[in-house]
């Protein structure tokens, strides 16, 4: 029975974490400031292949042709740099654009965002995510103070609020402004242009298909794209519907969907495993019953036992599969930190239990298990 039970509470705790990360990554897409709809700028080569993503300049070229009260359009692009301190390491962060924080709707928990003044060389400045913060607020920092990132100093102008992540995947530690990211580079001998995913928000009325077309006509006139390399041959605008970008949730919900349906399999296969041991337990306990009933047990009561047995056993099973999951969701976080340099600001446990289906998946767990063996009473009654 206690293998059993163990079996259960692997289950749910494992259709409990892939809900978190479904809820975490792929069904809240980035909150904005004003009403509309947010989409992705994808770009194929003349072959449908891959290509290269725009560059700053070509970005800015870009958005002067859009300025219109229908198109607003952002970029960025995730950064590693070295945090030189006491504790030297590296950070995750990002490098955007002007207007990112205004079309997120975001506003600094302490000190300000990035603001049009700060894209200019003249002003290296950073916001630092709110765990960042705690740590280096726990040194002694203070806005106003400069920390050194990637060999720059650059003065720490304002704080996040906890778990922002903006347009990225998962919450950076930093933002710097795209100027600051290529005065950085060329720092380090990297005179490449860095190249930015840029997302567009549109009106609710706005043409989706008239402004794909626009937007093909505008990239096919760059001069920098005039090398077969760089040829742009593809344009797509793909609706955002997750944290995740358009064309990650792609791939990723057709991965994830196949996942979701063998934790559910295996989530009955338990309960069915769970419910044949007590039924033959029941029916080993047929005399016990029995003995019930002649003293004035009704058949309700004698099934409310069963019932209440079996919803026992899954809140076992339940805080066995609780445990898993926040063990999984910081191992999952820890992963994620090791191969590639992210932090856990925002781990697959963060939501648990969601209430709503940390309720609907203990209660179906266990309101099945007890359903075969009081239906079994039922026939040995009849």
């Known amino acids: 029975m206690i293998g059993s039970v163990l079996i259960l509470g692997i289950a749910i705790g494992a259709n409990l974490l892939l809900h978190a990360l479904w809820q975490n990554y792929m069904a809240n897409p980035p909150a904005t400031a004003q009403p509309g709809l947010l989409f992705d700028l994808d770009l194929r080569s003349p072959e449908s292949g891959f290509v290269p993503p725009l560059d700053g300049v070509e970005l800015s070229t870009i958005e002067a042709s859009l300025k219109d009260d229908t198109v607003n359009m952002v970029w960025s692009r995730q950064v590693n740099l070295a945090l030189t301190d006491n504790n030297p390491r590296m950070l995750y962060g990002a490098a955007i654009s002007e207007g990112y924080f205004a079309m997120l709707a975001v506003r600094a928990t302490e000190g300000r965002t990035l603001l049009p003044t700060d894209f200019s060389e003249t002003s290296p400045n950073v916001v630092l995510g709110s765990r960042l913060w705690r740590q280096l607020s726990g040194q002694g920092r203070q806005i106003g103070d400069s920390i050194v990132l990637g060999g720059m100093s650059l003065t720490i102008v304002g704080v996040l609020p906890e778990a922002f992540a903006g347009l990225e995947p998962f919450p950076p530690q930093f933002f710097v402004t795209d100027v600051t990211d290529r005065q950085i580079r060329r720092a380090q001998g990297d005179n490449d242009a860095p190249r930015f995913a840029a997302s567009l928000l549109l009106r609710p009325d706005a043409d989706v298909a008239a402004l794909t077309t626009r937007l ?167």
């Open 216 to 382: 093909g006509s505008m990239l096919a006139s760059l001069e920098s794209r005039r090398s077969p390399e760089l040829a742009i041959g593809h344009v797509r605008l793909l609706e955002r519907r997750s944290q995740l970008s358009a064309s990650e949730s792609e791939g990723v919900h057709g991965a994830l969907l196949p996942v979701l349906a063998l934790t559910l399999l295996l989530l009955v296969a338990a309960c069915a495993n769970l419910g044949n041991l007590m039924l033959a337990r029941a029916t080993m306990r047929r005399q016990e019953l029995a003995i019930r009933a002649s003293l004035g047990a009704s058949r309700w009561r004698l099934l409310r036992l069963l019932l209440l047995e079996s919803l026992l056993l899954a809140l076992m099973a339940a805080g066995v599969g609780l445990a898993f999951c926040a063990l999984s969701g910081r191992t999952v976080a820890s992963i994620r930190h090791v191969d590639a340099g992210r932090p856990g600001d925002r781990t697959a446990g963060d939501g648990l239990p969601a209430l709503p289906a940390w309720l609907g998946t203990v209660s179906g767990a266990g309101g099945m298990p007890g359903v075969r063996p009081a239906a079994g009473l039922g026939h040995h009654r009849q």
